[in-house]
């Protein structure tokens, strides 16, 4: 198992260009988030999908979209770069084990917007 | 609605010395209470969990347990190693199915040998 895998790790960009992060799990999580990680903020949600065909908002969503086609793929839109989305982009999909619902998150994608 | 809230960092240590980060969380419902671990460049990762007042969650000599009364899972270590250092959250699932983690803004641990 890969578990959750994301492309790239580093980006650059300038702003108004636009870009997709890759997000694949291979575990057949029905659930499946991407987060955003500033500095001494922790991680905002930014959209979730509970399957494949199905998303919603999270609470950061502004500038972003995403959709989900198959269980497996999660690809994060960024359509006009902004410096207000430098940050570093976590995937993660979960599962319920036991009692709790856990998540795995995949090594990040670190995105500068210039 | 619901949120975590854990010690602002950084944390300093020197090798053996006894950790404990806070964390306090407020929640309508029954969550489940996890930390994870951040290593520098990576993505977090699982370190413990508990699913219901005074479960303990224990992994590589780290510790937390579940204290409803006091809305706490405070993380524990006797003896830190500077393999620990590492960035550490706090986090709670609601419970409901498809819902995401919620955060605390993680502590930075840092111990010198």
């Known amino acids: 198992n890969a578990g959750v895998t994301q492309t790239p790790k580093f980006r650059i960009l300038k702003i108004g260009q636009s870009m997709t992060l890759q997000c694949t799990q291979d575990?057949?999580?029905?659930?499946m988030y991407w987060y955003r990680q500033d500095p001494g903020m922790g991680l905002k949600l930014i959209y979730y999908?509970?399957?494949?065909?199905?998303?919603d908002k999270g609470e950061v969503p502004n500038g972003y979209n995403v959709s989900r086609s198959t269980t497996e793929d999660f690809p994060l839109r960024l359509e006009l770069a902004a410096p207000s989305q430098t940050s570093v982009y976590f995937c993660?999909?979960?599962?319920?084990?036991?009692?709790?619902?856990?998540?795995?998150f995949g090594p990040g994608t670190r995105l500068t917007v210039t | 609605g619901d949120s975590v809230t854990q010690m602002e960092g950084p944390v300093t240590l020197s090798e053996e010395a006894f950790l404990t980060i806070n964390c306090t969380y407020t929640?309508?419902?029954?969550?489940?209470l996890f930390w994870y671990v951040q290593y520098p460049g990576e993505g977090l990762q699982l370190l413990l969990k508990?699913?219901?007042?005074?479960d303990k969650g224990s992994n590589k000599g780290f510790e937390a347990t579940y204290r409803k009364e006091t809305t706490s899972f405070h993380l524990e270590k006797g003896s830190v190693q500077v393999s620990d250092s590492a960035v550490y959250f706090c986090?709670?699932?609601?419970?409901?199915?498809?819902?995401?983690?919620?955060f605390g803004k993680g502590t930075t641990l840092s111990v010198s040998s």
């Open positions: 999908s509970v399957g494949a065909g199905i998303t």
């Open positions: 575990m057949n999580h029905n659930y």
């Open positions: 993660a999909s979960s599962y319920l084990a036991g009692e709790a619902y856990e998540q795995y």
């Open positions: 508990a699913t219901k007042a005074d």
């Open positions: 986090a709670l699932h609601p419970g409901q199915a498809g819902t995401a983690l919620i």
């Open positions: 929640a309508t419902g029954y969550p489940s």
